[in-house]
Every structure is written in structure tokens, then in C-alpha cells.
């Protein structure tokens, strides 16, 4: 495929910055970028656009088997060593991970359909079926309408909170410590979005069913913990940058809380996320702020660490035969 559009995320900005995620250190050099978009050329799908599952798992172990491919021990998966990803102008990936790009989507936006997957993927395991026409009523047994909070509004919380939205969650609390990103939250359908201080955290004292912690920090963990009703669910969907978290474990077992942590999404998820954004139930406009062209990717990942923005997209552009 000819690659033409590639988003820039917090795992990419890891390997860039640290040269590693948690314990996993790169050991040779590495192309980045799985938030793919492009054109297929050749074969039978000749000139389709499509974007891509950035994840191929092996479909021959048991996890496969047992239908959670994204847990899968023997994976490639594209930007992750050792496996190069999408900053070049042509890749080649299974055809079976490549799904159909509705000409309504604009290649721009199209990497954000990953992000959009995993927040799915996501709902899902706080269950929520974004799919149902009331599943957020179904899942809220108390009748007075389901209250969710995420907490760090980057593109993936930002994301999530539509999601959330076109699900029909009641409230929407949304966190950052950037006032763009708060500011993003509420454009995004936030019903409460706060700027967090140094200190504690004022959305802690913000009682929700279900928390996304979407940050990979723990303050950002303590605040979901803290935040979530006896009983809920906290969701852990950030990366952090070492190896180990922490969170207030007496606030976490008083409350019999559920910890959940987050990877990727399951194959179907990508589809689902096309048809959502295709039709219209979730909106990803607004959410690119800055574009740059292949030849200018360091300074790309000089505006990623800033966090100046919200979503930073890379076109590769035309390609030269």
C-alpha cells in the first residue's frame, strides 16, 4: 500500500524519546507509526483506500484460537521492534488486516479510526455496547443514567469521550492538565471537564460507575480510583513510561473496586469504528491540529512532546516512481 497518512501517538513518542515503553527497550532501529492510513496498489484491490489494523496476530496459538488475537504472544505489529511501521511512503501488510476507507473519511483523519477502536474495545470491557441502540441505559441498573470519567483528554481520552457520548452515557467528567486539552474535552461532549492543579485532584471528589484512566500516570490512576462508586470499574488504557504503577490500594479494596487494564482492540473493532464514524454516531473533526509532511517528522515529534496540540498526523504524500 502507498501510505498516506500516519498519526503520532504517546507509544510512538516513547520509542522516540526513551527508546523504550516500560522494560521493552529497542535493539536496533526501528520505523514508527501504527495510526495508518493509505492506498492499496496492485491485486485485486487495486486503488482502494483503506486504513489499517496495525495488529497481526498469529491466528494459530490459543489465544487466537479463542478469539482475543490482540493478546496474542507471536504478533507483528507495525511500529513495534521488531516490526517497522508506517513513516515511509509504501508498506506492505496483510490484506485481511486492511479495512475499507468510506470516501466521507478524509485521509487525515483516518489514523484516528485505531484510536477509536481501542476506545471501543474499551467500552466493551466496561460493558458498554456502543453498537445497542441504549446500552448505556442497559448497563446502569440504578435507572438515573450512566456516569462515566476519563481522566487525561488527549486524543485517545478525547476520542473516548465521544464515544461514550454516541453511547449514550448520562454525565461525561473529563480531566487534563492542559486547558486546550480541557477545553477539547468539552467540544469533544464532556458534560464536566476540569483542569487539574499540582495537588490533588478536585475530580476525585467527582463520584462515576466507571472510570478511563487514559493518561498512563498514576495521579491520573488515583484520581479513577478514587472517583469510581463501590463496586465500578476502573479501566487502565495509558501507557506509562516505567515498569511499574501504583494506585491507593485501601481507597481500591474498600470499594471492591475492578481493575481492567487496556490493550489495543479486537479485530472486528476496527470495522465497527468505520461504520460509527461513516455514519455519523461519532465524529473525529477537530481533533488533527497539526499536519506535516515525511520529510519533517523530527520537528512532528517536536510538536507531539510539546503536547501543544491534540493530534499530530504525518502525510507522506505523493510518491516518485
Same mark, same amino acid.
Not at 87 to 96: G, I, Q
Not at 127 to 145: E, H, K, L, V
Not at 303 to 312: D, E, M, Q, T
Given at each position: 500500500m502507498r501510505?498516506? *497518512?500516519?498519526?503520532?501517538c504517546?507509544?510512538?513518542?516513547?520509542w522516540y524519546?526513551e527508546?523504550a515503553? +516500560?522494560?521493552?527497550?529497542?535493539a536496533?532501529?526501528?520505523v514508527?507509526?501504527?495510526e495508518?492510513a493509505? %492506498?492499496?496498489e496492485?491485486?485485486?484491490r487495486?486503488?482502494?483506500r483503506v486504513?489499517i489494523?496495525p495488529?497481526d496476530?498469529?491466528? &494459530?496459538?490459543d489465544?487466537?484460537? =479463542?478469539?482475543r488475537?490482540?493478546?496474542?504472544a !507471536?504478533?507483528r505489529?507495525?511500529g513495534l521492534?521488531?516490526?517497522?511501521?508506517?513513516l515511509r511512503?509504501?508498506?506492505a501488510?496483510p490484506?485481511?488486516r486492511c479495512?475499507?476507507?468510506?470516501?466521507?473519511? /478524509? $485521509?487525515?483523519v483516518a489514523p484516528?479510526l485505531?484510536?477509536?477502536?481501542?476506545?471501543i474495545?474499551a467500552?466493551?470491557?466496561a +460493558?458498554i455496547?456502543? $453498537?445497542?441502540a441504549?446500552p448505556a441505559?442497559?448497563?446502569d441498573p440504578t435507572?438515573?443514567g450512566l456516569?462515566a470519567g476519563?481522566y487525561?483528554a +488527549? /486524543?485517545v481520552?478525547?476520542?473516548?469521550?465521544r &464515544?461514550l457520548?454516541?453511547a +449514550?452515557v448520562?454525565e461525561?467528567?473529563?480531566?487534563d492538565r492542559?486547558?486546550?486539552?480541557?477545553?477539547a474535552?468539552?467540544?469533544?461532549g464532556a458534560?464536566?471537564?476540569l483542569?487539574?492543579p499540582?495537588g /490533588?485532584?478536585?475530580?476525585?471528589?467527582?463520584?462515576?460507575?466507571?472510570?478511563f484512566?487514559?493518561a498512563?500516570?498514576?495521579? =491520573?490512576?488515583d484520581?479513577?480510583? !478514587?472517583?469510581? #462508586?463501590?463496586g465500578?470499574?476502573v479501566?487502565a488504557?495509558?501507557?506509562p513510561?516505567g515498569?511499574?504503577?501504583t494506585?491507593?490500594?485501601?481507597a *481500591?479494596r474498600?470499594?471492591e %473496586?475492578g481493575?481492567?487494564l487496556v490493550? !489495543?482492540m479486537?479485530?472486528p473493532d476496527?470495522?465497527r *469504528?468505520?461504520?460509527l464514524?461513516?455514519s455519523g454516531?461519532v465524529s473525529? $473533526?477537530?481533533?488533527?491540529t497539526?499536519?506535516?509532511?515525511l520529510e519533517?517528522?523530527?520537528?512532528?515529534?517536536?510538536?507531539? =512532546?510539546s !503536547?501543544?496540540?491534540?493530534k499530530?498526523?504525518v #502525510?507522506?504524500?505523493?510518491?516518485? $516512481?
Amino acid at each position: 500500500m502507498r501510505v498516506t *497518512a500516519v498519526g503520532l501517538c504517546g507509544s510512538d513518542l516513547h520509542w522516540y524519546d526513551e527508546g523504550a515503553i +516500560g522494560g521493552t527497550a529497542l535493539a536496533a532501529p526501528l520505523v514508527l507509526g501504527h495510526e495508518l492510513a493509505g %492506498v492499496i496498489e496492485g491485486g485485486a484491490r487495486d486503488g482502494e483506500r483503506v486504513v489499517i489494523d496495525p495488529a497481526d496476530p498469529c491466528e &494459530a496459538c490459543d489465544e487466537c484460537r =479463542a478469539g482475543r488475537g490482540r493478546l496474542c504472544a !507471536r504478533m507483528r505489529f507495525a511500529g513495534l521492534a521488531p516490526d517497522d511501521g508506517g513513516l515511509r511512503t509504501r508498506l506492505a501488510w496483510p490484506a485481511s488486516r486492511c479495512a475499507a476507507l468510506p470516501d466521507a473519511i /478524509p $485521509d487525515e483523519v483516518a489514523p484516528l479510526l485505531e484510536v477509536l477502536g481501542i476506545a471501543i474495545h474499551a467500552l466493551d470491557l466496561a +460493558g458498554i455496547r456502543i $453498537d445497542d441502540a441504549s446500552p448505556a441505559a442497559a448497563a446502569d441498573p440504578t435507572g438515573r443514567g450512566l456516569r462515566a470519567g476519563v481522566y487525561g483528554a +488527549g /486524543p485517545v481520552g478525547l476520542v473516548l469521550v465521544r &464515544a461514550l457520548r454516541a453511547a +449514550g452515557v448520562a454525565e461525561v467528567v473529563a480531566t487534563d492538565r492542559l486547558a486546550h486539552r480541557v477545553t477539547a474535552a468539552t467540544a469533544s461532549g464532556a458534560s464536566t471537564a476540569l483542569l487539574v492543579p499540582e495537588g /490533588p485532584d478536585p475530580a476525585a471528589r467527582v463520584p462515576v460507575d466507571v472510570a478511563f484512566e487514559c493518561a498512563g500516570t498514576d495521579e =491520573a490512576l488515583d484520581t479513577a480510583v !478514587r472517583a469510581v #462508586l463501590p463496586g465500578g470499574r476502573v479501566l487502565a488504557i495509558g501507557i506509562p513510561s516505567g515498569e511499574t504503577s501504583t494506585y491507593p490500594a485501601s481507597a *481500591a479494596r474498600r470499594k471492591e %473496586v475492578g481493575l481492567q487494564l487496556v490493550r !489495543r482492540m479486537e479485530a472486528p473493532d476496527l470495522g465497527r *469504528a468505520v461504520s460509527l464514524v461513516a455514519s455519523g454516531r461519532v465524529s473525529l $473533526d477537530g481533533l488533527v491540529t497539526h499536519r506535516f509532511g515525511l520529510e519533517d517528522a523530527q520537528e512532528a515529534f517536536e510538536v507531539l =512532546a510539546s !503536547r501543544a496540540g491534540l493530534k499530530v498526523v504525518v #502525510l507522506p504524500g505523493p510518491v516518485a $516512481d
